[in-house]
């Protein structure tokens, strides 16, 4: 093996030491391209960016701490179990079959366990259900396999949108798979209303950095909201299996500043109202 000249070692030890102080700055840098999607080998939730995904966080951390200790009170005492009543030291076992209070002790314990569990997680339900005074509504109907959009208190207007292929990916700069043609805008700090439904079977709208996955049922319309409070590009995905393109129904929602959606609401106004009514006049012409 060869070995390094002590000053060889020392510059070699500066040049580590180095990348570990700018591993942080380096992180700091990516995270934010990383924020809302998933990426290689991430481990954690995605970063939240609407109050209910920042609730469910709260949650999952709490009973991460819950888990842990539960666990790690069940393998001591296994261990405990395994050493101290071992063959060698008990050649005979014990034949006890009932102890009332340490009956009581191991039924009740989890019972509370699940009762302090329990009331988080119907506060959180409550949160999540109640949807707030809304600035804004957007009607979301599933297909196969591809998601509409209807935006009916800003001109009435509405669009589909489908995925992306790979090289249209590359093109635009979307992650694959996830990238669309058409994307669901939503102003930043306002409180949107979802009205969820479906044309055909079931889908599921889920968006994990907004903390929303509602179903969307033929012949039902279900409710959900978010209020991003930054802005940026949102992906999701269908995560109930709706058939062979399941996995090719993204959501890409693009969170911008008031004035922007203003924008791009009087814009999309013209355009997909445009494109309605050569649809309707296709659909004259062909009944002729």
Known sequence: MTRLPAGGITIFARRAARALLGLPALLLVALPAWAEQPYDWQLGLQPAATPVRDRVDGLNNEL???????????????????????????????????????????????????????????????????????????????????????????????FDSNILSDAQDKQSGDPRLLGTDNVMVVPVGQVVRVLITSTDVIHSWFVPSAGVQEYAMPGRTNEAWFKFERPGVYYGQCNQICGINHPFMPIEIRVVSADDFTKWAADAKKKYSSNDDGALKFAADASR
């Open 64 to 158: 991460l701490v819950i888990i842990t200790l539960v666990t790690v009170f069940v393998m001591a005492l296994l261990l405990y179990v395994i050493i101290r009543f071992n063959a060698k030291r008990h050649p005979v076992p014990s034949r006890t079959t009932h102890n009332t209070v340490l009956e009581l002790v191991w039924t009740m314990v989890p019972v509370l366990i699940l009762v302090i569990i329990a009331v988080p997680s119907f506060k959180l339900l409550y949160f999540m259900d109640d949807v707030p005074h809304a600035q804004m509504t957007v009607k979301v109907t599933g297909h196969q396999w591809y998601w509409s959009y209807d935006y009916p208190d800003q001109g009435d207007f509405s």
